[in-house]
């Protein structure tokens, strides 16, 4: 059974940092890029960050460049998303993603989603 748990969402200060983490299990993790997600209210979801499955390449979109940083650890099944410079437009819930895409076609899994919430 896929499995994708994440956890470290909260209430923080704008300013403040936060470290998202998420456990997977159920499917062979280091064969998956991993992706983080995030969908504030009333938007569409948006990809925030990706890593490949080796963890040696990594994007960002423009918004959060420079200020938050996906990480993986392939030993421990878990992938990160540490979040610094949180400003209340970061204001979302943020979903892990697992995908691999190969001559069969294309796995999907999704978490359950964090509430990161930046506010004073």
């Known amino acids: 059974q896929v499995q994708l748990v994440e956890s470290g969402g909260g209430l923080v200060q704008p300013g403040g940092s936060l470290r998202l983490s998420c456990a997977a299990s159920?499917?062979?993790?280091?064969?998956?890029?991993m992706n983080w997600y995030r969908q504030a209210p009333g938007k569409e979801r948006e990809l925030v960050a990706g890593i490949n499955s080796s963890g040696s390449s990594t994007d960002y979109v423009d918004s959060v460049l420079g200020r938050f940083t996906i990480s993986r650890d392939n030993a421990r099944n878990t992938v990160y998303l540490q979040m610094n410079s949180l400003g209340p437009e970061d204001t979302a819930v943020y979903f892990c993603n697992a995908r691999r895409s190969d001559w069969s076609g294309t796995s999907d899994y999704w978490g359950q989603g964090t509430q990161v919430t930046v506010s004073t």
């Open positions: 159920g499917f062979t993790f280091d064969t998956y890029r």
